[in-house]
């Protein structure tokens, strides 16, 4: 029983990363996609909508060198134009034939008529094109914003007129063209690809045969599945304070209180490294001072990685898409993770063999008084590089504060509030760690249960702990690993 509490603090760490819910498909990164082909007499009319999260949302309005506060007839006018340039990565092929549609309107939405959490700044822009005149069948495909993942649905309907004979997507709207995105097994739909034969009503009437088609291979989410996808509804409140010309000195105190409490928040969700700073503290000689200085490598990197990235958006945006660093960072702190785990695990191995060769030895020799607790040593170099590797994925909700202030004009004000969110992450890393030393120090003097050989593996099995943890990240990173939980 005693040896459990060795695992107390590791595995409330654990509890606190596991999420078992979801807050449906939208991210500040993604780009939802929605398709509607209604078919009829004169031909078929396609309804395009794309919902943009909030760092494409920022880098369009950027581009267009608009805001969110934009007068209204100005945001048409660019909606259009880029609903335009859409059309060009729309494709259709009638009776086998390669079809251009013929732009009718767009209308932007910004938080308005859709359910978004308030203050986050994700835009929608809602296309009609027709096709008139075509003959069947129609073959469809989506080519806008590959590399983005997101909702993306399609929708075949027929009018009055005609009737479908074949159809690769049934006429049922799931998410009311992106306004109300509902709950599904799967978490999202992942369609680009339609195809639809029809003829004319007149015809004997037949029931619709639906005959799914291959799809583009899925583009895998930027945050571990099983995470809640953050969203910048936590940062309404500091961004309001960024949206002044001017901030009064009383709000920007009370912004930095705000974003410490919210860099607090942010730590206990799942990710940021819990797991991995309990675990090693578990298995090792850690002390409080060990505990502070993880917690902060893994917030000091997490901060700077934020601001590399955001610098690199402004920077490179028509060349990197942010999404894929992301995972391309996940990949390597999981990889880098599995390196320094198993370094770890070779080092107590042989400690762990030492240990027990020196047990038996004390049959026959009594006059030892020393402890014989097999704990790993803490040093210089695990500390830093798991904590490196631990904080080296930003944090998409802080990206989105530090965008927002850079749009405002409020670079440096952005920076100081992005410096107090990090200290509040860092507040709750340390937390955890010095959380894993008192339950830790409840552990009565070695004795005879202390030289167990289940108890001399604690530091061997939290090294384990640690490469699973890395695997379990680089495989969700490389789309190779679906968890329930997350790291």
């Avoid at 459990?4 to 819910?21: P, Q, T």
């Avoid at 700044?121 to 008139?132: H, Q, V, Y």
């Avoid at 195809?195 to 009503?201: E, F, I």
Wanted: glycine share 10%.
């Amino acid at each position: 029983m005693k040896r459990r509490i060795w695992f107390l603090a590791l595995a409330m760490a654990s509890v606190l990363e596991a999420d078992y819910g979801s807050s449906g498909p939208m991210g500040n990164f993604s780009v939802n996609h929605y398709t509607r082909l209604e078919v009829s007499a004169r031909g078929v009319e396609v309804t395009y909508v794309l919902h943009l999260g909030a760092v494409p949302t920022y880098l369009l309005l950027r581009d267009w060198k608009l805001t969110t506060k934009s007068p209204q007839s100005e945001l048409e006018g660019k909606a259009t134009e880029q609903a335009r340039q859409w059309a060009k990565g729309l494709e259709f092929r009638a009776a086998g034939k390669p079809v251009e549609p013929h732009f009718v309107r767009a209308t932007i939405y910004i938080n308005t008529d859709f359910r978004e959490p308030d203050g986050q700044a994700a835009a929608r822009i809602a296309s009609t094109f027709e096709l008139p005149g075509i003959k069947s069948p129609l073959q469809f495909e989506d080519h806008n914003y590959p590399d983005r993942y997101g909702w993306k649905e399609i929708v075949i309907r027929s009018k009055a007129g005609v009737q479908i004979v074949t159809a690769s997507h049934d006429s049922k709207d799931r998410s009311l063209a992106l306004t109300d995105y509902p709950e599904i097994p799967s978490g999202r739909i992942d369609d680009l690809r339609a195809s639809v034969d029809w003829r004319a009503s007149s015809w004997p009437k037949v029931t619709p045969r639906i005959a799914p088609i291959p799809q583009p291979d899925p583009v895998p989410p930027p945050v571990a599945v099983g995470r809640k996808p953050e969203t910048a509804a936590k940062g309404d409140f500091l961004s309001r304070i960024l949206a002044p010309n001017h901030i009064e000195w009383q709000w920007m105190l009370a912004g930095l209180v705000v974003a410490f409490g919210l860099g607090g928040a942010h730590a206990l969700e799942p990710g940021h490294g819990k797991t991995i700073v309990a675990a090693y503290l578990v298995g090792s000689r850690g002390t409080m001072k060990h505990a502070a200085l993880l917690g902060g490598v893994v917030t000091l990197t997490h901060t700077i990685s934020v601001f590399l990235l955001g610098f690199g958006v402004l920077v490179l945006s028509k060349s990197i898409v942010p999404a894929n660093v992301i995972r391309s960072l996940e990949a390597v702190s999981g990889m880098s993770i599995v390196v320094i785990g198993a370094v770890m695990f070779y080092h107590r191995l042989g400690q762990l063999r030492h240990e027990l060769a020196h047990a038996r030895g004390e049959h026959h020799h009594h006059d030892h008084d020393h402890s014989h607790v097999p704990e790993g040593e803490v040093t210089l170099g695990s500390l830093i590089g798991l904590g490196v590797s631990g904080g080296l994925v930003p944090c998409p909700a802080a990206l989105v504060i530090m965008l927002a202030a850079i749009a405002a004009g409020h670079t440096f004000a952005g920076l100081v509030l992005l410096v107090a969110f990090s200290l509040g992450l860092a507040g709750v890393l340390m937390a955890v760690g010095m959380m894993v030393l008192y339950a830790r120090s409840w552990l009565p003097d070695p004795g005879a249960a202390s030289r167990h050989p289940i108890f001399r593996l604690v530091p061997v099995l939290s090294a384990v702990i640690i490469v699973c943890v890395g695997l379990l990240m680089t495989g969700v990173s490389l789309g190779l690993v679906r968890p329930g939980l997350s790291i």
